[in-house]
């Protein structure tokens, strides 16, 4: 099935191009069926690519998902033209008053700020505190993962020596997850953070189950047993050379950078790194988008109220811990 996306989207291009069927809105608009109703807050720099990366893994999918794109309004993004900006994003004023069966905030280069030093901090935990009563199920991507743990929970996150960059093996710790229902023992998944979570407070919260973690990237996937939250420490989204053109980007500002690890062949950048990681990408929201079809109300209005009673469950399951 097709995602529906707003006409004219730069990404339906790159899509129909990968043989990826996507559904403009007046034609969407003729079908006899409730698509899912899926909110993108887009903290990257680099919009459009980052826009095509998550619509190709929803299009995975055998849903039809509409697609609503989100900004903050206190940062001025200096990388994507204002016209793009205005004609397919809205500000978070735009959709306060609406509910959503899915939210996804991305990840942003900033993890070397703390976060309340964020132009757009106090903004990001209005959106988020907005989605615990308005959203079915959040997905919180890298750095919008570290933010949301942290203003949810209050976990910190811890900088990195180094930064953790390349393609690196996850192990699986619950197979039997509706979310990694599929998932390989092992699977491979990009980082590119300067930071990570305190797995120290992250253990003092029983709510949040860690589903997959890196032998030496740490957890790499987790979310409340309800799903009406979930954090993805990496970047699954990534397509095959955004880590490459990352490299070469700093390589040729004469920025000190490392070869991302298990990346290029022979470890050698000129050679075409291999896609290791495009099947789980695709299995996780393919696996996250079914199960908000299924568990997220026909009527939007009824979210607020199903919200309310995932996340009476999630804590009263917490408090038999307390």
Same mark, same amino acid.
Request: net charge negative; charged share 25%.
């Given at each position: 099935?097709?995602?529906?996306?707003?006409?004219? +989207?730069?990404?339906?291009?790159?899509?129909?191009?990968?043989?990826?069927?996507? +559904?403009?809105?007046?034609?969407?608009?003729?079908?006899?069926?409730?698509? #899912?109703? &899926?909110?993108?807050?887009? #903290?990257?720099?680099?919009?459009?690519?980052?826009?095509?990366?998550? +619509?190709?893994?929803?299009? @995975?999918?055998? &849903?039809?998902?509409?697609?609503?794109?989100?900004?903050?309004?206190?940062?001025?993004?200096?990388?994507?033209?204002?016209?793009?900006?205005? @004609?397919?994003?809205?500000?978070?004023?735009?959709?306060?008053? @609406?509910?959503?069966?899915?939210?996804?905030?991305?990840?942003?280069?900033?993890?070397?700020?703390?976060?309340?030093?964020?132009?757009? %901090?106090?903004?990001?935990?209005?959106?988020?505190?907005?989605?615990?009563?308005?959203?079915?199920?959040?997905?919180?991507?890298?750095?919008?993962? #570290?933010?949301?743990?942290?203003?949810?929970?209050?976990?910190?996150?811890?900088? #990195?020596?180094? @930064?953790?960059?390349?393609?690196?093996?996850?192990?699986?710790?619950?197979?039997?997850?509706?979310?990694?229902?599929?998932?390989?023992?092992?699977?491979?998944?990009?980082?590119?953070?300067?930071?990570?979570?305190?797995?120290?407070?992250?253990?003092?919260?029983?709510? &949040?189950?860690?589903?997959?973690?890196?032998?030496?990237?740490?957890?790499?996937?987790?979310?409340?047993?309800?799903?009406?939250?979930?954090?993805?420490?990496?970047?699954?989204?990534?397509?095959?050379?955004?880590?490459?053109?990352?490299? %070469?980007?700093?390589?040729?500002?004469?920025?000190?950078?490392?070869?991302?690890?298990?990346?290029?062949?022979?470890?050698?950048?000129?050679?075409?790194?291999?896609?290791? %990681?495009?099947?789980?990408?695709?299995? +996780?929201?393919?696996? %996250?988008?079914?199960?908000?079809?299924?568990?997220?109300?026909?009527?939007?209005?009824?979210?607020?109220?199903?919200?309310?009673?995932?996340?009476?469950?999630?804590?009263?399951?917490?408090?038999?811990?307390?």
């Amino acid at each position: 099935m097709p995602i529906n996306i707003p006409d004219g +989207l730069p990404a339906k291009t790159t899509l129909h191009q990968e043989r990826i069927f996507a +559904l403009e809105e007046e034609v969407a608009s003729d079908q006899r069926i409730r698509p #899912l109703q &899926l909110a993108i807050l887009n #903290l990257m720099p680099t919009k459009i690519e980052t826009e095509t990366q998550i +619509l190709r893994l929803i299009s @995975k999918s055998p &849903l039809q998902v509409s697609c609503d794109f989100m900004r903050v309004s206190t940062h001025e993004s200096k990388n994507t033209s204002a016209d793009h900006l205005v @004609k397919f994003y809205d500000v978070f004023d735009a959709y306060r008053d @609406k509910n959503y069966d899915g939210l996804i905030i991305t990840g942003a280069p900033v993890e070397h700020l703390a976060f309340t030093d964020v132009d757009y %901090w106090d903004e990001l935990c209005e959106i988020m505190d907005w989605a615990r009563e308005h959203v079915f199920s959040a997905m919180f991507l890298c750095w919008g993962a #570290l933010a949301a743990l942290y203003h949810y929970y209050g976990i910190p996150k811890k900088q #990195l020596g180094a @930064k953790l960059f390349g393609v690196f093996p996850q192990r699986l710790c619950d197979e039997y997850s509706f979310l990694t229902n599929g998932f390989d023992e092992v699977h491979n998944m990009p980082h590119s953070r300067h930071a990570a979570i305190d797995t120290g407070e992250l253990a003092s919260h029983p709510e &949040l189950i860690t589903l997959s973690e890196g032998f030496n990237s740490g957890p790499a996937l987790i979310a409340t047993e309800d799903f009406h939250e979930i954090y993805v420490t990496g970047h699954f989204e990534y397509g095959r050379d955004t880590l490459a053109d990352e490299y %070469w980007r700093d390589f040729h500002k004469g920025m000190p950078i490392r070869l991302p690890e298990n990346y290029f062949p022979d470890d050698d950048p000129e050679n075409q790194p291999i896609f290791t %990681w495009r099947a789980h990408a695709n299995l +996780l929201y393919r696996n %996250w988008l079914n199960w908000v079809y299924q568990m997220t109300p026909y009527d939007l209005a009824e979210i607020p109220a199903a919200v309310e009673s995932l996340r009476a469950k999630t804590y009263g399951m917490a408090d038999k811990f307390d």
